[in-house]
């Protein structure tokens, strides 16, 4: 019995096991404080929805050979022109949505192809060379953001040229997902539309797994040289991962602004990538193996404390910004964790 439970402990992991603690910890701590915890987990399944089509970009990343997608910012860059078309077009909820989502994918394939071909000439610093690329592109978005030739008023500034910096999102694409067919119990609201827009995609990557192509990519990732002597071309599924992971980038920062309201320009998207490799690892995932259920723990996981940790510390530290300090301290807390195990667990 002894050894069974040990055996558990192993599989899931030391590291899950404390910040689980820690979550449960904050939790109790919010009950005592007599913070409603029905709206704590409403708020933690929005932002799991809201960030799990991000996390879930990693997958065929890790899956390929690449490693952890740190060049995330490039799909999110092409998210976020896509829906900048829907706004230009002045185009309205699900149809909004779908035109963002459409106009995105092939743009953000196109792109995934051409930082795949880049990751197949530096093999062995994918992860070095893909911070140095989403660094890279999303400053050369801000010059983008100042001359791109977009003309809606939602979008522009008044006076002056270039995009505005934070564009809303209300009457257009905000919450769609959210609220479609969304469940209140209570104070507990369940943001059905986009929980169920994140297991598609899940589904469909899942799938992926299981086709020839992408059993053949998995064998990529975890021997090359048997794939080599399978006959496999290792560089064009190195880049069909690199591609999927692009493309769900692309598509998960339009998810997520839908969520959250507004869209952000400029410098915004570029440190989303670390958020999204820290849940990964979080939930279990190694830089050479990761499933789609260490989307969903680390995800979860994440959010949830961040969600919880600032109402606590609110309630605590009631003078200045102490409040805001701590959870910025915890946010990048768990980010720095997370990134520590790379090597650890490679």
Same mark, same amino acid.
């Given at each position: 019995?002894?050894?069974?439970? %040990?055996?558990? %402990? ?17 939790? #109790?701590? !919010? ?68 035109? !963002? ?29 893909? +911070? ?14 100042? %001359?791109?030739?977009?003309? @809606?008023?939602?979008?522009? /500034? ?40 994140? #297991?598609?995609?899940? #589904?469909?990557? /899942?799938?992926?797994?299981? @086709? ?106 009631? +003078? ?27």
């Amino acid at each position: 019995m002894g050894k069974k439970i %040990i055996q558990l %402990i192993n599989e899931f992991g030391i590291p899950r096991i404390i910040i689980v603690s820690f979550l449960i910890t904050l939790l #109790i701590m !919010a009950f005592i404080l007599n913070i409603p915890i029905l709206e704590l987990i409403s708020a933690s399944l929005v932002r799991l929805g809201m960030h799990g089509t991000l996390v879930l970009a990693m997958v065929p990343a890790i899956t390929s050979g690449i490693g952890l997608n740190f060049g995330l910012p490039l799909g999110i860059i092409c998210g976020l022109v896509g829906v900048l078309i829907s706004i230009e077009y002045n185009l309205r909820g699900f149809t909004a949505l779908f035109i !963002a989502i459409i106009t995105t994918i092939p743009i953000a394939a196109i792109v995934g192809y051409g930082y795949g071909l880049l990751l197949n000439k530096v093999k062995g610093s994918e992860m070095t060379v893909g +911070t140095y690329v989403g660094f890279s592109a999303v400053s050369i978005g801000c010059i983008g953001w100042l %001359i791109l030739p977009f003309k @809606s008023p939602e979008a522009v /500034w008044p006076i002056g040229g270039g995009l505005r910096v934070t564009i809303s999102l209300a009457n257009r694409l905000d919450k769609v997902l959210n609220n479609f067919l969304s469940i209140e119990i209570g104070n507990l609201t369940i943001p059905t539309g986009s929980l169920m827009f994140l #297991i598609l995609l899940a #589904i469909i990557i /899942w799938l992926f797994s299981r @086709s020839k192509a992408g059993i053949a990519m998995k064998t990529v990732g975890d021997n090359p040289r048997f794939a080599v002597a399978s006959g496999l071309n290792v560089n064009a599924y190195r880049v069909i991962g690199t591609i999927l992971s692009t493309v769900l980038g692309a598509i998960g920062i339009i998810v997520y602004a839908q969520s959250f309201g507004f869209l952000q320009l400029y410098t915004a998207p570029m440190f989303m990538g670390f958020t999204s490799v820290a849940a990964i690892l979080i939930g279990g995932a190694t830089v050479k193996k990761a499933s789609i259920i260490h989307v969903f723990i680390g995800t979860f996981l994440f959010q949830s404390i961040l969600v919880v940790a600032l109402p606590v510390a609110n309630k605590i530290m009631v +003078t200045g910004d102490l409040a805001e300090i701590s959870r910025i301290t915890i946010s990048n807390g768990i980010i720095l964790y997370a990134l520590t195990q790379i090597k650890e667990r490679a």
